[in-house]
């Protein structure tokens, strides 16, 4: 018999997981999480922001350098982390890289009421890829916008077929505070998932669709985009799924330290590299990944020793 969540007990999530591996990933040190790299799973540390958002923003650039009219290549990326953005625009202008073959898929948005959220609200995250990068790149060196891509409930399967159209190199991401990657969260504990939260392989064949969201990605967001106000944040979103993942040749998570916590930016790295699968825990579906890696901030690892300063 799983335990039952400790933060939602209608829901999966990590705290239902054996306590032998949750104690194993809170006694990681910064040296171990360093040891964790296998085939198939790589591990690299930045000891400066400057370094860790620089290197992100370049993910981007070397996915369009290798774009062509006829092989056209690009990257799906996360609203969080967002510095790397505008980093992105201000390469492209100044190295005058011409990226107008390449293409770009955002990873989710947030759902008001049955419709994806208006790109005009401040806090779409179409809106933020068009402010912090889209919109600060030369047009004459831009992609066109056809091959922006941001899904939509009216067009879910379009946008999951244009995986096929161009060759996604990178699904970049960060990591929430319910260990998902994009909105892939853990599902309720009703139904046929009341004793058992799916199998991995089951989990791995959801697409892009509508996902209810995990109380504890709602806390998330609202302390890292509306000041804590957790009524602004929706609880529905629109959302890449495992299917387009396993399209995406590598897949590259971004851990800053301040998004998830230092226990998290540590067990999803033990799963990975140990290949247990859980979807109650969704990142750790990535070990059978063919290509993942994880780049942490060094200074953001923390530590997961007692401190009541």
């Given at each position: ?102 293409h ?11 419709k ?10 179409a ?49 929430g ?103 109650s ?10 290509d ?18």
């Amino acid at each position: 018999m799983r335990a039952i969540s400790k933060v939602a007990p209608d829901w999966w999530d990590y705290t239902t997981l054996d306590e032998e591996i949750l104690r194993d990933a809170a006694r990681l040190t910064a040296d171990d999480i360093l040891q964790l790299s296998r085939p198939g799973f790589t591990v690299r540390f930045y000891d400066t922001i400057e370094q860790f958002y620089a290197a992100e923003a370049l993910e981007y650039v070397h996915s369009w350098m290798q774009a062509t009219e006829h092989e056209p290549t690009g990257i799906c990326g996360p609203i969080g982390p967002t510095a790397q953005l505008p980093v992105v625009a201000q390469i492209v202008n100044d190295l005058r890289i011409d990226v107008r073959n390449g293409h770009f898929w955002g990873m989710d948005e947030w759902l008001v009421g049955d419709k994806e959220m208006d790109p005009q609200n401040p806090i779409s995250f179409a809106n933020t890829d068009m402010a912090l990068c889209f919109g600060r790149i030369d047009k004459a060196l831009r992609m066109p916008q056809q091959n922006i891509h941001f899904p939509t409930v009216a067009a879910i399967d379009e946008f999951s077929k244009s995986f096929d159209s161009a060759r996604c190199m990178v699904m970049q991401g960060g990591q929430g505070e319910v260990k998902h990657w994009a909105f892939n969260d853990p599902v309720k504990r009703e139904g046929q998932y009341a004793e058992a939260p799916p199998s991995p392989e089951e989990y791995r064949k959801l697409g892009t669709r509508v996902v209810d969201l995990h109380p504890l990605t709602l806390i998330q967001n609202a302390r890292t985009s509306v000041g804590g106000i957790v009524s602004d944040v929706p609880s529905r979103a629109i959302t890449v799924g495992p299917v387009e993942t396993w399209k995406s040749d590598k897949v590259s998570i971004w851990h800053p330290g301040y998004h998830d916590n230092a226990f998290g930016i540590r067990l999803t790295a033990l799963m990975i590299s140990k290949r247990v699968a859980d979807s109650s825990v969704p990142m750790s579906l990535l070990a059978d990944h063919p290509d993942v890696q994880f780049s942490y901030l060094r200074p953001g690892i923390g530590s997961c020793r007692p401190d009541m300063k």
